[in-house]
């Protein structure tokens, strides 16, 4: 019997004043599993103790939100008796440790949350952040990362037979020692079906299905509360190993028993696996559960109470079914080849009692594992910067400079083609997906609803670490830019927020402006937040990520066919500019610092510095308002919003198309050719429009007081700019094939 | 919605556990060709009624040990030989083809991709025989857009196996670039000759890698894969 020393204390990852509290809350010394339990429910990746008191500020409701944050997934209505599941995760400490692995099972864990509401998954997406694949030293390990993560995801999600349709890939130095992957799912139900995670009725049967218990994972959320250090190659063990067939089998046994109205509520379990499941599922249902870990199906021979409640094991669920017809579940399980073993039954006493062949292990009020879990507020300062507010002078530039910086982005490891990762996923199961990887939006056709859903995901570490609020502002706007280039409207969102370690006083200040801007957005884009995940103490040897909130919105579209396409399709249409050049630069003092934090800076420069592009929300949401408009009209052959890289790779990304369709441009600025050039201001969108249509474009943008200039011509196989005079040349081709190999050029090394 | 009217046949889609593609096959079949399509549950050994026997894409069950390995083993495949033994039009996509070429029903091995690789986009598949009932409705040396996605579908053969199949046009389709050649740039996997898909010796039986499925829906980019359903349908009205 281990006794609970300070060190034990220590290595459960809790302060004295949490031991404390435990001692005072349960009236005695805590069991070493109890210890166990607790420990790993007031972890922060649990508890969200650093967190929560903020995430309170983010709005939760709108018109068409069925179900908000605290469950498993967000819900949203989309019409036609149809509901959609949604949310993102984060699965940064494991896929550092272990990218495959780590990687794999944070798609299990997403895919997990979406079906144990009752939807079906259809989508998948992911947000990845690695280190530079040139660096000097750890580019090495970022690339057999890269390779890992893709791997991992791809082999979960192509198994499983849930097309992968979108997502982000950027490099930065602050990633390098902790990288993070954020796992993005939907899945789409019969609005009257949603299933919760609660246990109801009095000694109804606890029922484990799914994987067998083993060793892998203990301590999983505790790992991910913690920073990383020279030992962190020690807790490889702790990460779990996926088997996305045995959750195929899942997926399809719990749709058919859920069909059958057998079950009344139903968990997975994830993140500190049976301990979480059984004492929220009590805790949501004002029950108690009661369970004999004998029954527990077992991969290993004699693991102790503690490792089997502390277990990640994945492909497991837990439910609570109805007295009386639990046959009927068992009988659903077994025709798909699965465990299913009632394990205990509910209560009435609002405990988590643990027997181990009849013998008391551990008594626990959910309470304290749930609501009562220590709340902290707290200190922050003003937000770390790791960047100088002022940068180099860019030197002005001629036609030519501009014609090799334009090469030199697209082929730049942010912005080039990532058709060598996509390629991995299978994007088309299902055969729902109308707009492939590699647009704005990813858009899948829902054929229950006769309605199609456009999504996204969004973040800009660079423009957050330069200034947290208005960086996660940018996000949030670029995101429902994407959705309103094919017409969608925003409905809700969810977000991933990736910090480092809140009990510095300067992280923590970057997390509280961050979420306070992400909630400005959204209350202004009106895309409540319906869910997500906060993951801290991203930071490795004291070094912490770039702050990194990362947001996912979805968005409807009332149609079926396939949206207006990004790229130029014809010669001889003209280039409008929604939203004008350079909305909001004019007279702007702090121009220069803000340019340091474009691509332009990052690549050509090789700096980064000052500030985020300045953003004008209501100007923003009339952008969207008339590009949406435009689009449902019909009025456009092609739009492409303006984002990294600005106008330039924006206008060559249009031309990447099959067709290879260029563009004659004539423009004239105020502003350094690099600016009006590559300056990253957003509220743009560019359209290529048939002469026909440009009166009917020119009155929609009029009436919501948006400048739509038109500002050249599309053309055959190449890009001309005419800026203040100088014209610069560049083949379509050539920059189509610096876009398109970069990427497996440097992932080769 | 289906652009044109067939008449309406009865096309099973077997259902191992593991299978993904079976929807899209189900839906390809009811939605985009006008036919009565149904599951069969891979422990049922009774096939009767069916005019045509689909095996659908996915990993059946888990494609552990090796892609197609432990389907060939479960109840319904010893339905499906019997079906093609009596000269029932079975075809197998992507995961079934693996699966046809475990239980012998056609040659040769599908192995790892080269470039070891998962790849998922859009190919080129020329028609190389129009005497087949999955490629009547084609013509000769016809283009198709389909989609792949596979990890496992770099077809290998023996010479001797290859010969035979060449020899016989028992190559229906092969990986080819936008012009129509077999070059190595448009063998997405490394199949031996580019080799997309094959029929057996009684030309009853067809596995391919790419998704025929994927390509029936204008929304999907390409229809020309119902040419090849199209085609059995053909080969079904004619008895």
């Avoid at chain 1, 992400?518 to 202004?524: F, P, Q, S, T, V």
């Amino acid at each position: 019997m281990i006794t609970i020393t300070a060190e034990v204390i220590a290595q459960h990852g809790l302060t004295t004043g949490e031991y404390e509290r435990i001692v005072e809350k349960i009236g005695r010394e805590p069991t070493l599993t109890e210890l166990g339990i607790i420990s790993v429910m007031w972890s922060e990746h649990c508890s969200y103790k650093s967190s929560r008191k903020h995430l309170k500020k983010l709005p939760t409701d709108g018109d068409r939100v069925l179900v908000g944050p605290g469950e498993n997934a967000g819900i949203i209505d989309i019409g036609n008796g149809y509901a959609a599941a949604f949310k993102i995760e984060s699965h940064n400490h494991p896929s550092f440790i272990e990218p495959f692995q780590g990687a794999a099972t944070g798609v299990g864990g997403i895919l997990r949350d979406i079906f144990t509401m009752g939807a079906r998954p259809l989508a998948v997406m992911d947000s990845l952040r690695f280190g530079p694949l040139d660096d000097p030293e750890a580019g090495n390990r970022n690339r057999h990362i890269v390779g890992g993560v893709v791997g991992g995801i791809a082999h979960y999600g192509n198994c499983f037979g849930v097309p992968t349709i979108g997502g982000e890939c950027i490099f930065e130095s602050s990633y390098n020692g902790n990288n993070l992957v954020n796992a993005f799912a939907l899945g789409i139900f019969p609005k009257d079906k949603i299933f919760f995670g609660a246990a109801s009725g009095i000694g109804n049967p606890v029922i484990y299905v799914g994987a067998k218990t083993g060793r892998d994972g203990i301590h999983g959320a505790s790992m991910a509360s913690a920073e990383f250090d020279e030992e962190s190659e020690g807790k490889r063990p702790n990460v779990q190993v996926g088997d996305p067939f045995l959750e195929k089998l899942l997926l399809e046994a719990c749709i058919e028993a859920m069909d059958k109205g057998v079950i009344l509520g139903i968990q997975d379990m994830g993140a500190a696996g049976l301990t979480c499941s059984t004492c929220e599922m009590g805790g949501r249902g004002g029950t108690g559960i009661e369970i004999d870990l004998k029954y527990v199906p077992q991969r290993e021979q004699g693991m102790t109470p503690y490792e089997i409640m502390l277990s990640e094991s994945q492909e497991r669920m837990l439910l609570v079914a109805e007295r009386g017809v639990e046959d009927q579940v068992f009988a659903v399980f077994k025709k798909w080849g699965l465990d299913a073993v009632e394990i205990g039954t509910v209560t009435d006493d609002g405990m988590l009692r643990v027997r181990n062949h009849g013998e008391l292990v551990a008594e626990v009020p959910n309470s304290l594992l749930t609501d009562d879990a220590p709340l902290y507020d707290r200190p922050a300062t003003t937000p770390f910067r790791s960047v100088p507010l002022d940068g180099p002078t860019a030197p002005t530039t001629s036609a030519d400079d501009n014609a090799a910086a334009l090469k030199q982005l697209v082929a730049s490891p942010d912005l080039c083609s990532k058709r060598k990762i996509y390629e991995q996923y299978d994007y088309m199961v299902r055969t729902n997906t109308t707009v492939p990887p590699g647009s704005d939006a990813a858009v899948i056709r829902i054929k229950e609803a006769n309605v199609s859903l456009a999504m996204a995901l969004d973040g800009n570490g660079r423009y957050t670490a330069l200034d947290p609020r208005e960086g996660a502002k940018l996000a949030v706007a670029e995101c429902c830019r994407n959705l309103a280039t094919v017409g969608a409207e925003p409905v809700a969102a969810t977000n991933c927020l990736n910090f480092g370690n809140p009990e510095k006083p300067e992280i923590m200040a970057q997390f509280i402006e961050a979420v306070e801007g992400l909630g400005e957005a959204c209350r202004h884009f009106g895309t409540p937040i319906t869910g997500g995940n906060v993951s801290l103490y991203n930071e490795t040897l004291g070094a912490a990520i770039y702050p990194t909130p990362v947001i996912g919105i979805v968005g409807l579209i009332d149609h079926m066919d396939v949206p207006v396409p990004m790229h130029f399709q014809q010669p001889g249409r003209k280039i409008i500019l929604v939203g004008g050049l350079l909305p909001g630069v004019t007279g702007d003092k702090n121009l220069e610092r803000r340019f340091g934090s474009t691509q332009y800076a990052k690549v050509v420069v090789g700096q980064t510095w000052g500030l985020p592009p300045a953003l004008d929300m209501d100007y923003e949401k009339r952008v969207h308002e008339t590009v949406r408009s435009i689009v449902r009209q019909g009025l456009p052959e092609s739009v492409h919003d303006l984002s990294d890289g600005g106008l330039a790779v924006g206008l060559a990304k249009c031309g990447f198309g099959s067709k290879r369709i260029g563009a004659r441009i004539e423009l004239s600025s105020e502003f350094p050719s690099h600016v009006a050039l590559f300056h990253e201001a957003p509220s743009r969108v560019l359209l290529s429009v048939a002469d026909e249509n440009i009166e009917a474009v020119n009155a929609i943008a009029a009436a919501l007081a948006i400048p739509a200039p038109v500002i050249g011509e599309t053309q055959v196989g190449s890009l001309e700019v005419q800026l203040n005079g100088d014209t610069f040349h560049a083949s379509i081709d050539d920059l189509y094939q610096a876009w398109d190999s970069a990427l497996e050029r440097m992932l080769q090394g | 919605m289906a652009l044109v009217d067939f008449p309406s046949f009865r096309f099973g889609v077997v259902l191992f556990p593991g299978s993904n593609c079976d929807h899209d096959a189900l839906y390809a079949l009811r939605e985009n060709l006008g036919q009565s399509a149904e599951f069969i549950w891979h422990e049922s050994e009774d096939l009767s009624g069916f005019d045509a026997i689909l095996l659908p894409g996915g990993f059946s069950y888990g494609d552990y040990l090796r892609a197609g390995a432990i389907a060939r083993f479960s109840p319904v495949l010893s339905a499906v030989k019997r079906f093609a033994e009596s000269g029932g039009l079975v075809v197998g996509i992507c995961n079934g083809f693996q699966i046809l070429v475990e239980t012998g029903l056609l040659p040769g091995a599908l192995v790892r991709n080269r470039g070891l690789h998962f790849v998922c986009r859009t190919v080129n598949l020329r028609v190389e025989s129009t005497e087949s009932p999955f490629t009547q409705d084609c013509t000769a040396g016809q283009v198709l857009a389909v989609p792949i996605a596979h990890g496992e579908g770099c077809y290998y053969a023996d010479e001797e196996t290859l010969s035979v199949l060449e020899r016989d046009n028992r190559v229906l389709f092969r990986y080819v670039d936008e012009h129509g050649k077999a070059t190595p740039e448009a063998n997405p996997n490394g199949s031996v000759s580019n080799i997309a898909g094959i029929c057996n010796e009684g030309r009853n039986v067809l596995g391919m890698m790419p998704h025929p499925e994927r390509a029936a829906d204008p929304v999907m980019g390409s229809t020309d894969g119902r040419l090849v359903f199209q085609s059995m349908i053909s080969t079904l009205v004619r008895g």
